[in-house]
């Protein structure tokens, strides 16, 4: 039995219609639909579209071109998606043309000359192919469709089901169509709207764009997106600053190592340097030693295109994403509770929940449209709100009750509840038998945490544990929301399928405002595990080693067979790449050497690279930096294509603005790669609808079928969840007939234990360092970063409790050293009585561009999650004391040129004779700069063998071994230096 759907599943409306003041005003049909004149267009949807004033000749030529011949079948399809609508004049009766003037009465054996564009373009284009006299592929066409045959037959891919083998369209005419579909939209004084999706977190919210002359002019929330409603926060409202800005990578750049400058290069170069280096890697390493990494940032459609051409085409399961590091350990513990990964609920339960759990998510500042949609419920009717954290967030001030835990301890604090739930009775036990598996097995679990040792091991008061564990059990419908704080875990599934366990033994699940329901971080992190952009996965929610699953997938992409199991994750690649097992990454739409953890380890195993390949859109970010290959990528409002949001709507993003420079979408340069190694007709496709649609078919029958969706229904119908199987129905809720995805169809009780985190503080490391976001800031700043109104502080902090700052003689405003085994940094600190004591935070946004000396992730170490392989960054141990102020530098002539250049770059460097070293005052760092013969494979940093060997830098590398320099000095790590050919004279 599944719940009605949702009305505003329904109420959709098409992608485009007129900004403010554009001529005849949009009316609404009462179905929620914009209608009239200015929404004419709509079905276009890869770009802004004139829709006022008369087309300038440009457009007119566009209109007639391939673009709209190769729409035909979409548009078709989008058309008959919309039974009843018609054109209006701008009067607002029916049957107005192209500008909205009455249509010129057909006049008795005339046939009616069809003139609107958009999504009545399909008929146009075929009245304009016979104004022209049709030659070739246009005569092949129209003779096929007198034949009343399939008109785009040569057009369709050879993977489609069912479908002819094509003659495949050569790769220089599919540049050209794509290229067409990127030009941009000329002249004319009218605002376009076009709507789109916000690119930053997985709220997903909509967003209209107004574009004049190609070009973004405003921007604001789209209040009928059925998500959302309108709802934008600081950074979705500020996007339009991160399209335009003066270091856009606009055209690929190549050089043969890290030391040497970039020279630009044709698109072909680039492509074949790529290839080439893939080619080479296999041929001598084999396909195991090429790995791609994605992003969640990526539309569905480059993920789709990424994951065939690494696991289908080159045959590396290597293919792994930044989402490892965000989200994996909510995919593992769906699986494991209901055999599928994605959340059963969706956003309207916050409109309904009497009671919600918070449990390691600041919301208030990192989900705000969603935090505000709560708060909002919360003061039509009635909830309560218990938030848990080891921090005072701004989402603890607004909750009714905060559980300030000792940081990792959440599996012991939910199996404390569970056990007050036995323990009081509150369980109806006989239902959970019925209705959930491994009942018994948790039992048991749950009967090794009384809530008294709980208590204990949480730090706070048992009576609060089980009044938290009455409530959620009592409440007429309890949700439960989570993000980092419990996913950045080594025990980060263990803590979610705890509390996803709650709700089963307590019935909170599968009814309107029950349920847990995951705050996806990424905007498209629920498309990249769709497609299986995850190393441990296959497309479509399939797993690796179930054989028929692995079929379906070879027999869709027709590359043969798969390679034999699951990748590499995201740090187990750093691993391989230090071991030289993997040869070549391909980095998309990322930044690993700010955001993965030990980052110091990061940049020496990516400087060991034979090649990599960076696919962005800015020049420099931290990782471009290490790069060989520079490949410049379309960003937001710029592509066409898909993303699904936290509560599993899927919602078409836009193009409106052309990419700059040479900058193209992220599909289009896989494509041209998986062409250039040898497999053109796999990767043929000529534009991102088509992408999709052949991503959409692999998921038929499967748990997310979403068989119904495509660009044009998507245009058509709007946003929509899935499962939404074709002739079916879009489910906003999953699993309210207690049926899920498991072999008995019941969901499964997991029995966890509680563990501690990967590190406990010692003399040496007395302190736990949290990390997370500073408001309005997003990851690596590579896009917030460059939104001058976004940044609130000059420089980020490491904020201590007073009592903790004291002890290590640090005030506020004074710079600190902050340790942690592998790496330091120099922060100034604030102290905060918002943290527990014991306890220290740090905002982990900064990379080596702007800490060169020591960024957030050199802190972090590998540990990583037994099962969802995610590492523990929310927990590192670290020690801090006042920075010194001094550097005294012992050496020869080396000495002096590093003392210059520390001095350069504000460390206070002082060039002493070696016999002075030792008298150096307190605060004083004594450094010996040895040089020294480093000939050999080094790259730039190395260790010399042997226990306590000195580190050796290669200054000649470039700036990043004497950025290193100071963590290196400041970790009393004994140093070696080889610079003279790069370093000035003092
Ligand atoms: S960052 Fe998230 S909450 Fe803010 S506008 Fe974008 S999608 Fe919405």
Redesign the pocket.
């Known amino acids: 039995m599944h719940g009605a759907p949702r009305p505003d599943v329904r109420d959709r409306r098409p992608g485009v219609r007129p900004g403010p003041g554009a001529g005849a005003p949009a009316r609404r049909r009462p179905g929620g639909a914009l209608h009239g004149p200015s929404a004419r267009g709509a079905a276009e949807g890869d770009g802004p579209r004139r829709l006022l004033g008369r087309p300038d000749a440009a457009v007119a030529r566009r209109r007639r071109g391939g673009a709209a011949r190769r729409r035909l079948r979409h548009l078709q399809e989008a058309r008959d998606a919309r039974p009843g609508r018609r054109r209006r004049r701008a009067d607002g009766r029916p049957g107005g043309d192209a500008r909205g003037r009455p249509r010129a009465r057909a006049r008795p054996g005339r046939r009616r000359r069809r003139r609107a564009p958009g999504r009545d373009r399909a008929v146009r284009v075929g009245t304009a192919a016979r104004r022209r006299p049709a030659g070739g592929r246009r005569r092949l066409r129209l003779q096929r469709r007198d034949e009343g045959g399939d008109p785009d037959r040569d057009r369709r891919r050879p993977h489609h089901a069912g479908a002819d083998r094509p003659q495949h369209a050569g790769r220089h005419h599919l540049r050209a169509v794509r290229a067409r579909g990127r030009r941009p939209a000329r002249g004319g004084g009218g605002v376009s709207a076009v709507r789109s999706i ?1 690119p ?6 909509g967003v209209v764009v107004e574009v004049r002359r190609g070009r973004i002019e405003a921007l604001r929330g789209d209040p009928d997106h059925p998500s ?1 409603r309108g ?3 600081a ?3 500020r996007l339009a600053g991160t399209v335009r800005t003066g270091d856009r990578l606009l055209h690929p750049l190549l050089r043969a190592r890290p030391a040497e400058p970039f020279r630009r290069a044709t698109w072909p170069a680039a492509v074949a340097r790529v290839a080439g280096g893939i080619r080479r890697a296999t041929a001598e390493h084999g396909p195991g030693s090429v790995a791609l990494y994605l992003s969640g940032q990526l539309l569905t459609e480059d993920y789709y295109a990424a994951n065939k051409l690494g696991k289908g085409l080159i045959k590396t399961p290597n293919v792994d994403t930044n989402s490892r590091l965000c989200m994996s350990s909510t995919v593992a513990a769906y699986k494991r509770a209901f055999g599928a990964d994605g959340p059963p609920g969706c956003y309207e339960d916050l409109d309904l929940a009497a009671d919600v759990l918070i449990a390691g998510s600041n919301l208030a500042e990192t ?4 935090f505000g949609r709560l708060r909002a419920a919360r003061a039509r009717r009635s909830a309560h709100w218990t938030v848990v954290d080891p921090r005072r967030t701004a989402s603890a001030e607004a909750a009714d009750e905060h559980l300030q835990i000792r940081p990792g301890t959440d599996v012991a604090l939910l199996l404390g509840m569970a056990w007050t739930l036995f323990e009081e009775g509150l369980v109806d036990e006989a239902r959970a038998g019925r209705a959930c598996a491994g009942l018994d097995g948790y039992r048991v679990a749950v009967a090794a945490m009384p809530a008294g040792r709980a208590a204990a091991i949480c730090e706070v008061p048992e009576d609060r544990i089980r009044a938290a564990a009455r409530r959620f059990a009592r409440s007429p419908a309890a949700l439960s929301l989570w993000c980092q704080g419990l996913n950045q875990s080594s025990a980060g599934t263990d803590k979610v399928s705890a509390l996803i366990d709650l709700h089963l033994l307590t019935g909170q699940i599968g009814r309107p405002g029950a349920g847990p329901l995951s705050l996806t971080g990424q ?1 498209n992190a629920m498309g990249g595990r769709e497609v299986g952009g995850l190393a441990t996965e296959l497309a479509c929610h399939r797993e690796w080693d179930d054989p028929e699953g692995r079929a379906q997938v070879e027999r869709h992409w027709g590359l043969g067979r798969l390679p034999d199991g699951p990748g590499l994750t995201a740090v187990e690649l750093v691993d391989a790449i230090e071991r030289r097992q993997v040869r070549v990454l391909w980095v998309v739409c990322s930044n690993p050497l700010a955001s993965l953890p030990d980052g110091a380890a990061v940049r020496s195993a990516l400087a060991r690279l034979d090649l990599l390949v960076v696919q962005e859109l800015y020049h420099p970010t931290d990782t471009g930096e290490l790069a060989h290959v520079l490949l410049p990528a379309a960003g937001w409002a710029e592509k066409t294509g898909t993303l699904t949001n936290s509560e599993r709507v899927v919602g078409l993003a836009r193009r409106a603005v052309p990419p700059p420079g040479e900058a193209r979408p992220d599909w289009e340069v896989f494509a041209d790669v998986g062409a250039a190694l040898g497999a053109p007709e796999a990767f043929g496709w000529l534009d991102a609808s088509q992408v999709f649609d052949e991503h959409v078919r692999l998921t038929a029958g499967r748990d997310l079928d979403m068989t119904a969706l495509s660009h044009a229904a998507l245009e058509a119908g709007g946003p929509a969840s899935w499962p939404y199987p074709a002739g079916g129905r879009p489910r906003a809720r999953r699993y309210e007939d207690g049926r899920c995805h498991t072999p008995d169809g019941r969901p499964r009780l997991v029995a966890v234990t509680f563990r501690e985190p990967a590190e406990e503080p010692s003399p040496t490391y007395p302190l736990r360092l949290l990390t997370g976001r500073e408001p309005d800031q ?1 990851h690596t700043r590579s896009r917030s970063g460059r939104v001058a109104a976004l940044r609130r502080s000059a420089a980020p902090r490491l904020a201590l409790h007073p009592d903790d700052a004291r002890r290590a003689g640090v005030s506020p405003g004074q710079t600190a050293l902050v340790s942690s085994p592998r790496g330091s940094l120099r922060l100034p600190v604030v102290t905060s009585p918002a943290l527990r004591p014991g306890s220290a935070f740090l905002p982990f946004h900064a990379g080596p561009v702007e800490q060169p000396a020591g960024w957030p992730n050199v802190l972090p170490g590998r540990a990583l999650d037994p099962v969802s392989r995610q590492p523990e960054l929310k927990h590192t141990v670290v020690r801090v004391e006042p920075a010194a102020s001094e550097v005294a530098l012992a050496g020869g002539p080396l000495a002096d040129a590093v003392a210059a250049r520390l001095g350069a770059a504000g460390v206070r460097a002082r060039r002493v004779k070696p016999a002075e070293l030792a008298g150096a005052g307190p605060g004083v760092l004594r450094v010996l700069v040895a040089e020294a013969d480093l000939d050999g494979a080094l790259a730039w940093w190395d260790l010399a063998p042997g226990a306590g060997g000195p580190v050796l830098l290669d200054l000649a590398a470039g700036p990043e071994p004497l950025a290193l320099l100071p963590s290196l000095l400041a970790a009393g790590r004994p140093v070696a230096c080889r610079g003279e050919r790069w370093l000035p004279a003092p």
């Open positions: 916000c930053y977190c997985g709220v997903g919210c959302t709802g934008l926060c950074k979705g409202s989900h705000p449209v969603l905007a997003w």
